[in-house]
């Protein structure tokens, strides 16, 4: 675009990250924007406030673009969108401020992806009237990721569609797209947070992406061990022991096996009392660093274990890594550039909560963990809960509110369990006692609306999703 001055012209909406990506599309040419908003006293639908949906855009805007002035426009529900509502809303003055001059010659810009149908109407019908016909209106279209752009005719009755493409956004990152959406990261517990699919991927990550997806396929083999080979060493005890020298919770039968999986180890784990020394954490270790050979890069991952139910830190691990290495496999097979922004590990993010009229803030704690994320280039997010035990049914209903809250009907929520795809598909006929809290989990997904992936069929689910975006 040429230095053309415009007026872009948005839609309040809850989906703030396409109003975004057209304020970064035309931010150099930009000369204000103007926000068409319902009026929320007219707006009784508590769970449709757009003040705080506007407040979230604004707050980035005014970070990211300081020198862009921002003006709104409050209309009601039902009214049309005459010229006089292009006046500021505050003077009832013969000398306002037109907000917008529908009269002269300025060039606007109508992105209208976020309006209502008869808001939509409206202005349409307006632009005819003023025959505006030197206008573009732009149209994100989120299940398919085309950017519909159009302008209307002369003779007041069609229009003439002048692009019909796909569009992106590289300038839009997961931080950005949480803020959109009122929620905030957790700067100190995310500060080492790396996007995993930066194309300058240090020592560290280069290590970890070999190692887990060793360890991937391990677990998803059905290679098996005796039980009584498998020895723990304990600290500050002289001896190692076996599976078989721990206590267990929910009367798991652990005399009865002989033979045992690396993937059913993992799931084991979740079932051992915690007496001292963080049992758990130590045969997630020894789990490790048999299924690595225990070399010397192995202590890049063992020193990361979290204490607290270290068998889901490891499967989100081994999701994430997996995932990192079939995407790259991916574009580098196409040789195309990657649609994909932004792939992150255990991202924290706060929330405010408010009380029903949505006016107080009543409490600002963390609200979710994204345990893998990733972020394309059109504002999708593709959510991954990682489970290696069980999951209740609120807790699948919040990462499906999460996804949704961030990139609307278009997110995709994702539930993984160390389940295999045809496990997944026969959950009655696992009759070991350590599998009924996954089997609770993915009953609880499936009810909550999310999608399951089997683990072994991670690789061939990502390709169907990338193919999706490049058709």
């Known amino acids: 675009m040429s230095d053309e001055k415009v007026v872009l012209v948005i839609c309040s909406t809850l989906n703030q990250i396409t109003n975004y990506m057209m304020i970064d599309k035309f ?12 009026d929320d006293d007219e707006n009784k639908n ?3 406030k757009n003040k705080f949906w506007d407040e979230n855009l604004k707050n980035v805007i005014n970070k990211k673009y300081s020198n862009i002035k921002f003006e709104e426009i409050i209309i009601c529900q039902n009214e049309l969108l005459e010229e006089k509502i292009f006046y500021n809303n505050n003077s009832d003055n013969k000398d306002k401020k037109k907000i917008l001059d529908l009269n002269n010659d300025e060039k606007i810009i109508w992105h209208i992806t976020g309006g209502q149908r008869p808001l939509l109407v409206n202005i349409i019908n307006v632009c005819r009237e003023k025959n ?10 989120g299940n398919t990721h085309k950017l519909l752009r159009f302008k209307l005719e002369d003779n007041k009755n069609g229009i003439s569609v002048l692009e019909n493409k796909d569009y992106y956004c590289d300038n839009l990152d997961l931080e ?3 803020n959109l959406c009122g929620f905030r990261t957790i700067s100190k517990q995310c500060g080492n947070n790396i996007n995993l699919l930066k194309k300058d991927d240090n020592d560290e990550v280069k290590i970890k992406s070999k190692i887990y997806n060793e360890i991937y396929k391990k677990l998803i083999s059905k290679e098996c061990i005796k039980i009584d080979e498998f020895k723990v060493v304990i600290k500050d005890e002289s001896k190692s022991k076996t599976l078989k020298d721990f206590k267990y ?4 039968k652990i005399d009865e096996i002989e033979e045992i999986s690396y993937r059913d180890i993992l799931i084991l784990t979740n079932f051992i009392k915690e007496e001292k020394d963080n049992l758990r954490k130590e045969v997630i270790k020894t789990l490790i660093q048999k299924l690595t050979g225990d070399n010397e890069d192995t202590g890049v991952i063992t020193k990361e274990i979290k204490s607290n139910y270290p068998a889901g830190w490891l499967l989100e691990q081994v999701v994430g890594y997996k995932l990192k290495q079939a995407i790259e496999d991916y574009y580098n097979v196409i040789n195309e550039e990657s649609k994909l922004n932004a792939l992150h590990l255990n991202y924290k993010i706060k929330h405010k909560s408010r009380t029903n009229d949505n006016d107080v803030i009543i409490d600002d704690t963390v609200l979710d963990e994204l345990d893998v994320v990733l972020l394309t280039n059109s ?4 959510n991954f809960e990682c489970k290696s035990g069980g999951m209740s049914g609120d807790n699948s209903k919040s990462h499906r509110f999460t996804t949704y809250s961030v990139s609307g009907v278009f997110g995709l929520p994702i539930l993984m369990t160390p389940l295999l795809e045809s496990e997944i598909g026969s959950l009655n006929e696992l009759d070991k006692t350590y599998y009924d809290n996954i089997k609770s989990a993915v009953k609880s997904g499936a009810r909550a ?13 990502i390709k169907k999703v990338l193919n999706r975006m490049e058709d």
Request: glycine share 6%; no cysteine.
């Open 27 to 38: 931010n150099n040419n930009i000369s204000k924007i103007v926000n068409i908003t319902i």
């Open 46 to 48: 508590e769970m449709m």
């Open 132 to 141: 505006r016909t030197n206008d573009e209106f732009y149209y994100l279209e």
């Open 176 to 178: 950005i797209a949480l």
């Open 249 to 252: 919770t929910d009367k798991i």
């Open 379 to 382: 504002g999708q997010v593709i």
């Open 449 to 461: 609306g999310l999608e399951i992936w089997g683990l072994d069929k991670i690789e061939e689910k």
